[in-house]
């Protein structure tokens, strides 16, 4: 999947929360108009009921960050433990989108190396 880079793509992409039945989340992303069968897709290969969440409009800067704002809680892959923080920190389905561009997520990273 090719994803666009700055702000104008944050408009074509969401980003997901699916929790299964044992609590973990999924934080993914996919194109809007494409979200449903990402989830059917994705529903295929786990025995466990798919719930969404949250969606927030994104890019793939975005979801980079919140992996790593998550990475403490990492499980596997783009799997998560579920905290209730992960609800705060997102935007709620009517608020604004969750923006990065490149630029803003090297900064977020270089800070995060000061602070280690």
């Not at 989340?25 to 996919?30: E, L, M, T």
């Not at 499980?75 to 998560?80: D, K, P, S, T």
């Not at 969750?98 to 803003?104: G, K």
Request: no cysteine; net charge positive; proline share 3%.
């Amino acid at each position: 999947m090719k994803y666009m880079i700055g702000e104008e793509s944050s408009n074509k992409f969401v980003i997901y929360f699916l929790q299964v039945e044992t609590g973990e989340v999924k934080i993914g992303i996919a194109r809007e108009h494409k979200l449903k069968r990402r989830i059917a897709d994705l529903q295929i290969g786990n025995h466990q009921e798919l719930k969404l969440l949250r969606t927030v409009k994104g890019s793939i800067y975005a979801e980079f960050w919140l992996h790593r704002k998550f990475r403490k809680l990492h499980i596997r892959g783009e799997w998560f433990k579920y905290t209730e923080d992960m609800m705060k920190i997102v935007p709620p389905l009517d608020g604004p989108s969750l923006r990065l561009t490149h630029s803003q997520l090297q900064s977020f990273l270089e800070m995060e190396k000061i602070h280690q």
